[in-house]
């Protein structure tokens, strides 16, 4: 049985029983809020985490120097060189993390 089934007999049942349409009534809209609110939920958890790893996806300059631990003049060279990639939006200068975290190589001995 689905639940919207279910809530509905529940909904007839008190309905009938109580014989008040205030009673029915309030009940019906707190159980329609609560499917709502789960509906809204259940929706935005999946979108909330893709935003999370969109949101980390794109670092700024400094954060490129933190992780690669020297600095903006550092970073230009190697961007001007090719061997980092920056983009830009407006003033700003960004880079992909995992496009930093792929720069770096193991050194051979």
């Known amino acids: 049985m689905q639940n919207s089934t279910l809530i509905q007999i529940i909904v007839d049942a008190i309905t009938s029983t109580l014989q008040s349409q205030q009673v029915a009534d309030a009940i019906t809209s707190t159980l329609q809020s609560q499917q709502l609110v789960d509906a809204i939920t259940s929706t935005l ?42 983009y830009g939006i407006g003033g700003r200068v960004l880079y992909k993390r995992s496009e930093v975290l792929e720069a770096v190589t193991p050194l051979k001995k």
């Open 45 to 86: 958890q999946p979108q909330q985490s893709d935003f999370k790893q969109e949101k980390n996806d794109l670092i700024s300059r400094d954060e490129v120097c933190q992780i690669l631990h020297f600095n903006k003049t550092t970073l230009h060279k190697h961007t001007k060189s090719g061997r980092l990639k920056s």
